[in-house]
């Protein structure tokens, strides 16, 4: 599913990952930990196809990410939830959730259905979707983004920090999230600091530190 | 190919779609236009010969700042909330999001250029002798400036100072556009006795290189 050997990134000049070796069955849930700069966000972001290794090998979903071609293709499978939500403020709930359905390769317009039921899937009311984003909370818009990767159904979830700017009730949410996708077949990479909560969900946990992998509890 | 053109058609569409929410050009850069002719008709003494004489220049000119407008707001609805990094990650191919981008800024500048031509016939008192050169002129610079403001604002985006470097990097690299659509104006409002046609050819090889430059650079641009 996701195999790392001996990745090297780069942000800017400087070296986010210096060699990290990493190996994700299909099906795994696993958190990633470390402290600020350990190189958590920019393994997500190899994963999603969004950076090219400098040195070593990444390969996702049985895409070689190397070549651009490759990045490109793997990012239609694949559902990173970042730090911004990724949403137009002009537009609304139901739009945007569409759009960017549509963007990641959905043949059809999602139906309405399909929609309200990924909304309800984030316990948003149906009530917003006619709502323009700018109108919302700041944990309504996460909310909203995270609706807008289900409705995708992708094979390999990469998730930053799912649960910031979410009250309780939204990372109650968030975690039967990350038990549906995994039911469904779905691999899911966690990036938190909440560790405990976390812990929950998976046995499995990669700590980072100085851009390798410090620690694996599989190995 | 019917992936690459829906794809183009989506991001339009949903370009479109937030200027219709949002009405920036409309309710901003529109006036804005309207208020560059008057002000230009203020500095040249408000003499009806003199602005007829220069009206198509004017226009053109008027047309690059608005356009300068329209381009900043299309690359900052991408960069609001990290949309242009969910663009990369839906696989989209990077020629099919510059065309999309490209297209609304074009539908944008029409809207406009149809307004400053109402603008430079009631204002400055000019009369259309060619209306179908007119047409062509305002259709063929469109793509040209939409297609090369649409590359610029992603470079300029790239280098983070986006709001100060755009006009300096773009309006030098427009300036064919601003001469041949001149000319071309010049023969269509009967400002001035030369071949608006020939220019117009000038205008249609910049329109094809900005589009096909545009197409094949752009997606080195976004990803960096």
């Known amino acids: 599913m996701v195999e790392l050997n001996a990745a090297v990134a780069l942000l800017g000049r400087f070296p986010a990952l210096t060699g990290v070796d990493l190996r994700i069955e299909a099906g795994e849930t696993v958190l990633l930990q470390g402290p600020n700069g350990a190189g958590k966000t920019t393994l997500l972001r190899l994963c999603a196809g969004l950076l090219a290794p400098e040195s070593g090998t990444v390969t ?51 139906s309405v259905e399909r929609v309200v039921g990924a909304l309800q ?9 006619d709502l323009p984003v700018h109108r919302l909370s700041a944990g309504q818009r996460r909310r909203t983004s995270l609706a807008a990767l289900v409705v ?22 968030v975690d039967e999230l990350i038990g549906d996708a995994v039911a469904a077949g779905g691999t899911v990479v966690v990036s938190s600091h909440e560790l405990e909560r976390v812990r929950l969900l998976s046995p499995r946990v990669v700590t980072l530190a100085g851009g390798t992998v410090h620690r694996d509890t599989s190995s | ?16 779609r ?12 529109a006036p804005f236009a309207l208020l560059v002719l008057v002000l230009f008709g ?71 250029e149809v307004l400053l031509t109402a603008g430079i016939i009631v204002l400055y008192g ?20 939409a297609c090369t403001g649409t590359l610029y604002g992603a470079l300029a985006s790239g280098l983070g100072v986006r709001e100060t470097l755009l006009p300096i990097l773009l309006l030098p690299v427009l300036a064919p556009v601003l001469i041949g659509a001149t000319r071309a104006f010049d023969d269509a409002l009967g400002s001035a006795a030369v071949d608006g046609w020939a220019w117009l050819g000038l205008l249609a090889v910049f329109a094809v290189v900005a589009t096909a430059g545009g197409a094949l650079a752009y997606g080195a641009l976004v990803e960096e």
């Open chain 2, 42 to 112: 203020f500095a040249l003494d408000a003499d009806q010969r003199t602005l007829r004489a220069f009206a198509p220049g004017l226009f053109w000119v008027a047309v690059l700042l608005c356009a300068l407008l329209a381009i900043q707001r299309s690359v900052s609805v991408e960069q609001a909330d990290g949309a242009l990094t969910g663009l990369r990650l839906s696989g989209m191919s990077p020629a099919a999001l510059f065309i999309g981008k490209a297209s609304a800024v074009f539908v944008q500048l029409v809207v406009l």
């Open chain 2, 18 to 29: 937030i200027e219709a929410r949002s009405r920036v050009v409309l309710n901003q850069v």
């Open chain 1, 152 to 173: 995708r159904r992708p094979e390999l979830w990469l998730l930053d920090e799912p649960h910031a700017g979410l009250d309780q009730a939204g990372r109650n949410v």
């Open chain 1, 60 to 110: 996702v979903l049985g895409h070689d990410l190397a070549a651009g071609p490759e990045r490109r293709a793997v990012r239609r499978r694949v559902a990173l939830l970042g730090h911004s939500t990724g949403l137009y403020e002009d537009l609304t709930v139901a739009e945007n959730v569409r759009f960017w359905a549509r963007a990641a390769g959905l043949d059809a317009e999602p």
């Open chain 2, 126 to 145: 000019s009369e259309v002798a060619q209306p179908l050169l007119v047409v062509a002129t305002g259709l063929l610079a469109a793509v040209a400036v």
């Open chain 1, 121 to 129: 899937r984030l316990g948003l009311d149906d009530g917003l979707l």
């Open chain 2, 1 to 16: 190919m019917s992936r690459f053109l829906a794809d183009a058609r989506l991001v339009a569409a949903k370009d479109l």
